[in-house]
T-cell receptor, first 113, second 110 residues
């Protein structure tokens, strides 16, 4: 049982390049979330999904797109990376029940130069 | 904007003492959650308290919730060096979003 995994762990991009971050969970969870963490800012919600085929905007969605084609995977895309998107990105999942906390992945450290 | 705000931002205490962190939030919630993050790693869920609960315990952790004041506190008793970490509160509101505060950095001194 791997829990929540994120690929890649590290990445350096040049401004304007695109990339996709992959989050995978093997716990059959309905809900999945993407956050970014910047120094002193805590975690900010980018996008989330309440089930396969659904996505919704969080607090800071601009510049990102997401897709949830399979229940176990939640993809975060950057179409044209900007230095302001340098951050650590965390994915999380949880089951449908509202009485459970989230399970987090180990994070992806992204640097945009 | 972030829903939860922790207080204090940073806290240093001697090993064996109790640590208290507070969280205030803005809107109605289903539940409030506390997480721990060791440096550079993913967050770990510690405890969840529902909106109809006032107090909850888990080992050395005690969480209180006051929905009238929109605030919560996390108490860690008999602190240990391994408790050194950042602690975050997160609110599960009625729109399925889970929003985090900026966290409290806790440092346990030997």
């Amino acid at each position: 049982n791997a829990g929540v995994t994120q690929t890649p762990k590290f990445r350096v991009l040049k401004t304007g390049q695109s990339m996709t971050l992959l989050c995978a969970q093997d716990m059959n969870h309905e809900y999945m979330y993407w956050y970014r963490q910047d120094p002193g800012m805590g975690l900010r919600l980018i996008h989330y999904s309440v089930g396969e085929g659904t996505t919704a905007k969080g607090e800071v969605p601009d510049g990102y797109n997401v897709s949830r084609l399979k229940k176990q995977n939640f993809l975060l895309g950057l179409e044209s990376a900007a230095p302001s998107q340098t951050s650590v990105y965390f994915c999380a999942s949880r089951p449908t029940t509202k009485a459970t906390g989230q399970y987090f992945g180990p994070g992806t450290r992204l640097t945009v130069t | 904007s972030q829903q939860g705000e922790e207080d204090p931002q940073a806290l240093s205490i001697q090993e064996g003492e109790n640590a208290t962190m507070n969280c205030s939030y803005k809107t109605s919630i289903n539940n409030l959650q506390w997480y721990r993050q060791n440096s550079g790693r993913g967050l770990v869920h510690l405890i969840l308290i529902r909106s109809n609960e006032r107090e909850k315990h888990s080992g050395r952790l005690r969480v209180t919730l006051d929905t009238s004041k929109k605030s919560s506190s996390l108490l860690i008793t008999a602190s240990r060096a391994a408790d050194t970490a950042s602690y975050f509160c997160a609110t599960d509101a009625r729109d399925d979003k889970i929003i985090f505060g900026k966290g409290t950095r806790l440092h346990i001194l030997p």
